[in-house]
């Protein structure tokens, strides 16, 4: 993808600090961390998001993302990490090439969690049927 700033980063036209590198995938440190250590875990191959890249690239990536986590937890002496990824504008997604976040958390890092909420009586079973029922 020509305008992809990723794909341009996976050819080395812009600068990055490079975390790994093998075959199909790379790994960079992300430009405006959440933390410091805040990796982005990439396949080579171009695909906009989960449901548009292929499943071995899936696989591939998840994997190195494994192996890169737990060095991005010993390098940072993390208590724990996010492992995240957006697809599409509305969950946050702001580069259009596929990436895992992984993001090194500290015990007294005061970053807020996710905010939840509450099913009325029976929503949770007609929205778990109607996903369960295009499977
Ligand atoms: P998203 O919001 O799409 O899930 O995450 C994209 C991430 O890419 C953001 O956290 C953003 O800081 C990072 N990012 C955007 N442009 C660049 C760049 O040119 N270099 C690096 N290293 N990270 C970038
Ligand atoms: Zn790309």
Known sequence: MQDCIFCKIIKGEIPCAKVYEDENVFAFLDIAPVSKGHTLVIPKEHGENLLDISDKALADTAKAAKKIAKAIV??????????????????????????????????????????????????????????????
């Open 74 to 135: 010993k390098a940072t002496k993390a208590d724990g990490f996010n492992f995240s990824q957006n697809n599409g504008t509305a969950a946050g997604q702001g580069v259009m090439h596929f990436h895992f976040h992984i993001i090194p958390r500290f015990k007294e890092d005061r970053l807020k969690p996710w905010p939840h909420g509450k099913y009325e009586q029976g929503e949770d079973k007609d929205i778990a049927e109607k996903i369960s029922s295009l499977l």
